[in-house]
């Protein structure tokens, strides 16, 4: 009765694993001292394009195409690294557009605290890597629209200072040119503003107003022009 319960007990505790790792969204991976797979979930599977069964006990070098996370797995139980991060990619839908992939591994330790294993987990961060490089892009945009404003404030502050031929109407078409285009800094800043609010995922409206591009490029030509 004894080893019926605990047969029992360790078919159960095998499903709830199976269970498990079947839930986990990440790819799991679990290789041996010797480079082999011992363990490999359904994301994985279908990452990875492989099925666990035709790569059980199988050296990495056959089971694994992606050249980079082989040769990270390998350079993590050489060396011991836990908690050792790194990126690999896969192939996409297109091939011009690989998936960007993020791995973690951990060292496997039996009750000796001797190296047993590694337990790799992996996700697709293809979508924050696109994120990071549209943000990248708009802090390249904005700085380039907060430098046109400041480019000519300072360049009309600095006639103002420098010249003493200006004349009374001169100097206040100049004011009103620094005016406005502190006006337009302060705008460029409240439109980052807006959009750190939408990233926080506060409310914010957006107002649709019609706009005359002609207008608003005879508007900006004076900015240009010599003084």
Do not use: W
């Not at 099925?51 to 694994?64: C, H, K, L, M, T």
């Not at 924050?128 to 549209?134: A, G, I, L």
């Not at 907060?146 to 404030?153: A, D, G």
């Not at 103002?160 to 031929?165: F, K, P, S, V, Y």
Request: proline share 3%; net charge negative.
């Amino acid at each position: 009765r004894e080893l019926n319960r605990s047969l029992y007990d360790t078919e159960h505790a095998r499903d709830r694993i199976d269970g498990i790792l079947k839930s986990v969204s990440d790819g799991l991976i679990v290789t041996d001292i010797y480079n082999r797979i011992i363990l490999m979930n359904r994301s994985a599977e279908d990452l990875l394009g492989v099925r666990f069964s035709e790569v059980i006990d199988r050296p990495i070098d056959f089971a694994i195409e992606e050249k980079t996370l082989r040769e990270k797995l390998i350079d993590t139980l050489g060396k011991k690294k836990t908690g050792y991060q790194f990126d690999f990619e896969l192939p996409g839908d297109d091939p011009k557009y690989p998936r960007f992939m993020r791995a973690r591994t951990s060292v496997i330790l039996d009750r000796e605290g001797k190296d047993t294993g590694i337990v790799t987990i992996f996700n697709d961060v293809t979508h924050e890597r696109e994120v990071d490089r549209m943000k990248t892009e708009f802090l390249s945009t904005a700085a380039h629209e907060l430098r046109t404003p400041l480019t000519s404030i300072q360049g009309f502050s600095e006639i103002l200072q420098t010249r003493e031929d200006i004349s009374e109407e001169e100097k206040k078409k100049f004011l009103s040119y620094i005016n406005k285009q502190a006006v337009n800094l302060a705008e460029i800043v409240n439109d980052l503003l807006d959009i750190s609010r939408i990233e926080s995922g506060r409310k914010y409206t957006i107002d649709k107003v019609i706009c005359n591009a002609g207008e608003c490029i005879k508007n900006i030509i004076p900015y240009f022009q010599e003084p």
